[in-house]
């Protein structure tokens, strides 16, 4: 059925249904057609420092902005007015900005780095209450529809705090009773909360993100508020110093949270990451976290890195890496050979020596390679490379040579583009998951990687005999440095596949591998032999360590479901992500470049990329009823975005080629953080935005040579 007839129909079922109603406004909120049009609209121009914070009400009808002059601006968005400037007395950056439900509207709460949050009456400009209770930074408020009178914080103090206007008195002075939850009790002295989200129909589900990869999610019904009780005569002293005695007051046992309590996610790569990253200087932390519309999904735009999406209802849980027993033909006991680099399981229990299973969702083989003994009678010897897969649909089929073409072409992110198109129309095709998995592995951008385990991992679930997924697998097990794990998935793989034992890409990976593996072996040795000729002093646990039930929590921690990439985000630690339209169709991010991207959620695929600032898109807000977007930045100016008339003329601030755009800034998250402060300044760093095609080069000629199927 045509696209036309598909909405008379829909229109007249509105009509005469009002239960269509919704939906129907749900389905056209945002439609491809609008998104493809969508263009600037207008400047609103009133503020004098960069625009830190956008906030709707809930009818739409305003849009408030926040700045680092220190003023909230509300404007009447459809006839681009400026109604009303607050002088809120804040002496820092505003950081963020709310509309109090159930005030109609005459309510807003700013929050902003001198550690005060003030409530203001719009109607006379005057400002009712000033909470100093936390002592650092206030980076995010957040409320929850129709609940009035209750909002909730986050600031660098590393806790969150709850008030309550009908009590006020419980969040004055020097006893603040408003502390909900205290990150430094199980992070650390050096923790930071950096953002904050209720989920809109779940509104006792409360997600916070922090100075490190890992989301929190904890329900509100199963915490009660504590107090942080401060010396008398430190009252007047500076939030800083404020902030080192609140972690002198911070103990687990005083801010206990029960274990059920919380729910951690996080991207199954990085907990091991970390040190790689700060070895490079670059900070994991969550800028911005959103719940969808629906409340079932969670994204989280992390700083350092991508953007993730988690589902809360059914969360990818930590998952076995099985593999059969006895497929050693060295006689060496497998478990003597090495402990587990990752703390993925190498038994039938799901434990390893030690007991501690990995703690991250990690979407690999999953009960995959163990029931893979009872498909080996399937499997015959195969004469070559090629994969003999079911044929596809002709559709399908011509996307699949598409990206086959892309890929030999070496236009990887390409590749993945259509890829991911075709494994969305066909979730069932175990090749387009494991040609996606060779294109993964080729661009190697952040992430990347594991990216492709996972396609592996479901390749195999799809096919067992999947010869170039099997492979993959391994090399992706080693390029992550889980050494053990790749040695173990290789020696079943020339158990599995014979013929291919011999190759010189399998010996060649087998050597590398087994490198890794007596490295990792020798450095346990040096470990242990210096343990046992000088024993440390014994010395009380560092403030500094994470608590056990953090560590719990970790290693319970859901994987993510979609990725999206492309922008950058590694300047500036308030930039947003947020779901377009009423059923979260697509999904908005600004970036360090000065553009902000548009991605189609269920593919993942970069939709448009548009210039929104001079120099950073920090701020992304939907309009909620209409197909309408504000942006902001480090201008002095709110952008609105909406669709424009398809009069054939060129909108001069859509980048033209967004995989250069989003290339461009993968090498830019990567670079020397000199360098991005120099190319900030609006200095040209040669081999950061340009591609260096004779490395490239080199690179290609060096790695194994893996053709899609």
Same mark, same amino acid.
């Given at each position: 059925m045509e696209p036309s007839n598909v909405f008379i #129909?829909? @229109?007249?079922? #509105? &009509?005469?249904e009002e239960q269509s109603r919704i939906s129907f406004q749900r389905h056209l909120h945002i439609t491809p057609d609008l998104v493809a049009r969508i263009g600037l609209e207008c400047e609103l121009e009133g503020h004098t420092g960069c625009v830190n914070c956008l906030e709707w009400n809930s009818k739409g009808s305003l849009l408030a902005s926040g700045s680092? *002059?220190? +003023?909230?601006i509300l404007w009447e968005p459809f006839h681009h007015k400026k109604l009303t400037a607050i002088r809120t007395g804040h002496h820092g950056n505003i950081f963020s900005v709310k509309f109090l439900p159930s005030s109609n509207d005459t309510t807003v709460i700013s929050g902003a780095a001198d550690c005060r949050i003030r409530v203001h009456d719009i109607n006379t400009k005057e400002t009712t209450h000033v909470f100093s209770c936390h002592a650092n930074r206030v980076k995010r408020l957040a409320v929850a529809p129709n609940i009035p009178f209750l909002f909730w914080s986050a600031a660098e103090d590393g806790t969150v705090m709850q008030y309550d206007l009908r009590e006020p008195e419980t969040s004055y002075g020097t006893n603040p009773q408003n502390v909900l939850i205290n990150l430094n009790a199980y992070m650390g002295p050096t923790a930071e909360a950096k953002c904050i989200a209720i989920n809109p129909l779940r509104p006792e589900l409360i997600a916070v993100g922090a100075n490190d990869p890992y989301v929190r999610m904890f329900d509100r019904r199963m915490l009660s508020c504590k107090a942080v009780t401060f010396p008398s005569e430190n009252g007047a002293r500076t939030p800083w110093e404020r902030h080192n005695l609140l972690n002198m007051f911070s103990s687990e046992e005083e801010f206990q949270i029960p274990n059920k309590c919380a729910n951690y996610f996080v991207a199954g790569h990085l907990p091991q990451k970390q040190k790689d990253f700060k070895k490079r200087y670059r900070t994991l932390a969550a800028t911005y976290i959103t719940f969808s519309p629906d409340g079932r999904e969670l994204l989280v735009n992390l700083g350092g890195e991508q953007i993730y999406l988690f589902d809360i209802n059914r969360p990818r849980k930590p998952q076995k890496l099985d593999l059969p027993i006895g497929i050693h033909t060295n006689g060496v006991v497998r478990e003597a050979a090495c402990p587990p680099t990752n703390g993925f399981s190498m038994h039938r229990n799901g434990t390893t020596t030690n007991g501690v299973t990995n703690g991250v969702a990690r979407h690999l083989v999953s009960s995959t390679v163990a029931k893979l003994e009872e498909t080996d009678h399937q499997v015959k010897s195969l004469k070559g490379h090629k994969y003999e897969s079911k044929p596809l649909p002709p559709h399908i089929e011509a996307l699949k040579q598409k990206a086959n073409s892309f890929f030999e072409k070496q236009q990887y992110t390409l590749a993945i583009s259509v890829y991911n198109k075709a494994v969305t129309m066909a979730p069932q095709a175990a090749v387009l998951y494991g040609n996606r998995a060779a294109a993964y592995m080729k661009r190697k951008w952040d992430g990347d990687l594991y990216a492709a385990l996972r396609d592996c991992s479901t390749a195999i679930q799809i096919d067992a005999s999947h010869l170039k997924a099997h492979f993959r697998l391994a090399r992706c097990l080693y390029e992550l440095s889980w050494a053990k794990e790749a040695f173990d998935c290789l020696l079943y793989f020339k158990s599995k596949f014979p013929d291919y034992a011999k190759s010189h890409a399998c010996e060649a990976l087998d050597r590398d591998i087994k490198a890794a593996v007596f490295s990792k072996t020798d450095q346990v040795d040096e470990s242990g032999?210096?343990? /046992?000729? *000088? %024993?440390? %002093?014994? #010395? +009380?646990? $560092? /403030?500094?360590?994470? $608590?056990?039930?953090? +560590?719990?929590? #970790? &290693? /319970?921690?859901?994987d993510y479901e979609l990725r999206f990439c492309g922008h950058c985000n590694t300047t500036t630690d308030i930039k947003e992500a947020n779901f377009f339209g009423s059923n979260g169709q697509y999904i908005v991010a600004g970036s360090d470049d000065g553009s902000f991207f548009i991605w189609e959620k269920s593919t993942t695929n970069i939709v448009r990329v548009l210039r929104g600032d001079d120099s950073i898109v920090n701020c992304l807000q939907p309009h909620p009823s209409s197909c309408m977007l504000a942006t902001s930045g480090i201008d002095p100016v709110v952008r609105l975005w909406s669709p424009r008339p398809d009069d054939g003329h060129k909108d001069e601030r859509e980048v033209d080629n967004s995989t250069d755009a989003a290339t461009a800034n993968q090498r830019r998250m990567n670079? *020397? %953080? @000199?360098?991005v402060m120099l190319m900030n300044m609006g200095y040209r760093i040669t081999g950061v935005l340009d591609g260096d095609d004779e490395a490239e080069g080199r690179a290609e000629e060096a790695a194994v040579h893996c053709r899609p199927s």
């Open positions: #129909r829909s @229109l007249m079922q #509105r &009509e005469i680092d *002059d220190c +003023q909230v032999d210096s343990t /046992k000729s *000088d %024993p440390p %002093p014994r #010395r +009380q646990p $560092s /403030k500094s360590s994470v $608590s056990e039930q953090e +560590q719990v929590w #970790r &290693e /319970k921690a859901a670079a *020397d %953080p @000199l360098e």
